[in-house]
T-cell receptor, first 115, second 115 residues
Framework: KAGVTQTPRYLIKTRGQQVTLSCSPI?????VSWYQQTPGQGLQFLFE???????NKGNFPGRFSGRQFSNSRSEMNVSTLELGDSALYLC??????????????FGEGSRLTVL | AQSVTQPDIHITVSEGASLELRCNYS??????LFWYVQSPGQGLQLLLK??????LVQGIKGFEAEFKRSQSSFNLRKPSVHWSDAAEYFC?????????????FGKGTRLSVIA
């Protein structure tokens, strides 16, 4: 079974630009979560999607948004980039359907650098 | 809300020596507990998980962890460390009861292995 695939793996943007990151979950997984990883803050939860609906959202500004398609693939978008948005963005899929938190299967991440 | 504390930011051990990485969690109900490992430039890989039952759980790569409810701890151990174990290790806690609760991660412990 193929793992979680994230594209692009690396990208460089300048302040004020916007970026879209893509994530393809493991086949059969309908839950997709996004995390931001930085050296200072560790892994911080951005949001989770399940069956095209945002089911949970972390404490990030509205510049961070996401969506999920009918095939469970997900995208996240960051608008008006700031230097502090430089981070590794990790996508994870889960076989969880409802209720309790299940284990997450992570992709290799998209490393965003904002200049 | 859940929280996870990994008291050790960086640990250095000699190859062949034993290892224990500490994890303390805060959660009002029965938790799901996980340990993940992240090699440089990679995503997170699940080492082991605890849901219920035997409090000593075995994982991949020779790792084990023990759940101690009285101490709110879930420490990771390995009897003999290999150079390839050098990586960052994350403890995470999830909810074992209904509720759209994301996994919460500790800030990680970086493991260095010396000859």
């Amino acid at each position: 079974k193929a793992g979680v695939t994230q594209t692009p793996r690396y990208l460089i943007k300048t302040r004020g630009q916007q970026v879209t990151l893509s994530c393809s979950p493991i086949s059969g997984h309908r839950s997709v979560s996004w995390y931001q990883q930085t050296p200072g803050q560790g892994l911080q939860f951005l949001f989770e999607y399940f069956s095209e609906t945002q089911r949970n959202k972390g404490n990030f500004p509205g510049r961070f948004s996401g969506r999920q398609f009918s095939n469970s693939r997900s995208e996240m978008n960051v608008s008006t980039l700031e230097l502090g948005d430089s981070a590794l963005y990790l996508c994870a899929s889960s076989p969880r359907t409802s209720g309790y938190t299940g284990e997450l299967f992570f992709g290799e991440g998209s490393r965003l650098t904002v200049l | 809300a859940q929280s996870v504390t990994q008291p050790d930011i960086h640990i250095t051990v000699s190859e062949g020596a034993s290892l224990e990485l500490r994890c303390n969690y805060s959660y009002g109900a029965t938790p799901y507990l996980f340990w993940y490992v992240q090699s440089p430039g990679q995503g997170l890989q699940l080492l082991l998980k605890y849901f219920s039952g035997d409090t000593l759980v075995q994982g991949i790569k020779g790792f084990e962890a023990e759940f101690k409810r009285s101490q709110s701890s879930f420490n990771l151990r390995k009897p003999s460390v290999h150079w390839s174990d050098a990586a960052e290790y994350f403890c995470a806690v999830g909810a074992l009861q209904p509720g759209n609760t994301p996994l919460v991660f500790g800030k990680g412990t970086r493991l260095s292995v010396i000859a």
